[in-house]
């Protein structure tokens, strides 16, 4: 089987595609459920951000994978496939498990080097685990995944550079309204985006924080922690008055705000102008909102511009070589455990005709004294281990250049093994010293 990597993302796709494809979480189980149902795929996890799309499978063949995949895409986000295909991407195997690597450590996002998406890899493989739809293959990526974007983030000085969405926002805000310390900041949305930008702003020390959502108890226990104040999403068009800059991003289906709601806004402000942040896909803030007197609009187009240079630091390229590194010696170890049932099977094969042909030996010589056949015994299982030694050492060998696949299946055939044989495999070889 093999990992077939699909999907969209903010390097090949259009803002406005890549809203359509957007999915909740009830969407991204649904997602799996389809794509579980194509005879091709055994395993599948998605992950679905503000910046990409992508679906995780196992598979038992790789073109009707791909094929199926991209019908499930397609039909559970109602979008005709020949709109989708142009934009879609597609890794396999080695690929696909060093981009699963680099998406995990924020190392292919908007945002070079963000957190968020390390917590988003792991929620998503936490929803694939409690409806079953991950086996020990995805589990074994993503886990592995999840294991080397921590040590991006704590051994390389990645979090330097990785300036958030949020950030950027903020430095729009600033360059058109003054320094953050005069703001008032409305945070719409109590989400993990929502709360990142809450405890972003109040970091940055904003005159006031204000969260508002549609559950108010999420709202408060968000504003709390950052010494802000709370709102219910009912009272949204007082606070946007109130407001001098407004970070959005709820997951909602539609607009949360409206042009219409940012006009009213507007007339009871005295002209006072306002930065309105989108950081939701689909997005939440209605576009015509740009074309207001004194308001301004920013969305993930512009912060992505404004981010686009922190790919070429040095943290960067540091962080680079440890995912690359990582995925070299995950794909060894891979290799090597690969070929594992192979060695056991042809050891455990030549032990088993060295008892077959003692035991013959036995029967047709019964005046060997036990001195006699314990020399025999020994002779034998000299001979096959030294014929053995060559081609279990080699295939250890190619293992570790990734070559020992075919050297593998090669001693299947020539020795007639079945790796898949419990009888055979159930405990480990028992090599010869190297000399």
């Known amino acids: 089987m093999s990992l077939v990597v699909l999907g969209l993302s903010h390097h090949g796709a259009p803002l406005s595609l890549l809203e359509s494809v957007a999915l909740d979480p009830d969407a991204r189980t649904a997602l799996e459920q389809a794509v579980l149902r194509s005879e091709h795929v055994t395993e599948a996890v ?39 295909q142009p934009h879609l991407f597609v890794h396999y195997e080695d690929r696909g498990i060093a981009h699963v690597f680099n998406v995990a450590s924020g190392l292919d996002s908007m945002a070079v080097g963000e957190a968020q998406i390390l917590g988003q890899v792991r929620r998503s493989l936490a929803r694939a685990q409690r409806h079953g739809h991950v086996g020990p293959a995805l589990n074994t990526v993503l886990q592995q995944a999840l294991r080397v974007a921590k040590r991006v983030h704590t051994e390389t000085g990645i979090d330097l550079v990785s300036g958030s969405l949020v950030q950027a926002g903020l430095a729009r805000a600033q360059a058109a309204l003054g320094p953050i310390g005069d703001l008032s900041v409305l945070v719409v949305g109590a989400g993990g985006m929502g709360a990142l930008a809450a405890t972003t702003v109040a970091r940055a020390g904003a005159r006031t924080v204000v969260v508002a959502n549609r559950n108010h108890d999420r709202a408060r226990t968000v504003a709390d922690r950052v010494g802000g104040t709370s709102r219910h999403l009912a009272d949204l068009g007082a606070a946007l008055v109130e407001a001098d800059v407004v970070i959005s991003s709820t997951g909602a289906p539609g607009r949360v705000i409206t042009a219409a709601d940012v006009a009213r806004a507007r007339a009871s402000r005295g002209g006072r102008p306002q930065v309105y942040v989108d950081l939701a896909l689909p997005h939440d803030i209605d576009l015509a909102v740009a074309d207001l007197p004194g308001a301004t609009r920013v969305g993930l187009a512009e912060l992505g511009e404004d981010l686009s240079s922190a790919g070429s630091a040095p943290q960067v390229a540091q962080a680079g070589d440890l995912v690359t590194a990582e995925v070299a010696a995950y794909l060894m170890a891979r290799s090597a455990e690969a070929v594992a049932p192979t060695v056991t099977a042809l050891r455990s094969h030549a032990g088993a005709l060295v008892e077959e042909e003692l035991r013959r030996l036995e029967r047709r010589t019964p005046g060997l004294s036990d001195a006699e056949r314990g020399e025999v015994r020994r002779a034998v299982e000299r001979v096959v281990d030294k014929l053995l030694h060559t081609p279990t050492v080699r295939v250890k ?39």
């Not at 559970?76 to 709109?83: E, G, K, L, Y």
């Open 397 to 435: 060998e190619l293992a570790q250049d990734g070559q020992g696949g075919s050297y593998a299946r090669a001693l299947n055939e020539l020795f007639d093994l079945d790796p898949r044989d419990v009888s055979l495999v159930s405990a480990p070889p028992t090599l010869p010293e190297e000399d």
């Open 46 to 84: 998605v992950v679905s951000t503000c910046n990409r799309t992508e679906v995780y499978a196992e598979c038992l063949t790789f073109h009707g994978a791909l094929t199926d995949i991209t019908a499930a895409l397609a039909d559970t986000c109602s979008v005709d496939r020949a709109d989708l």
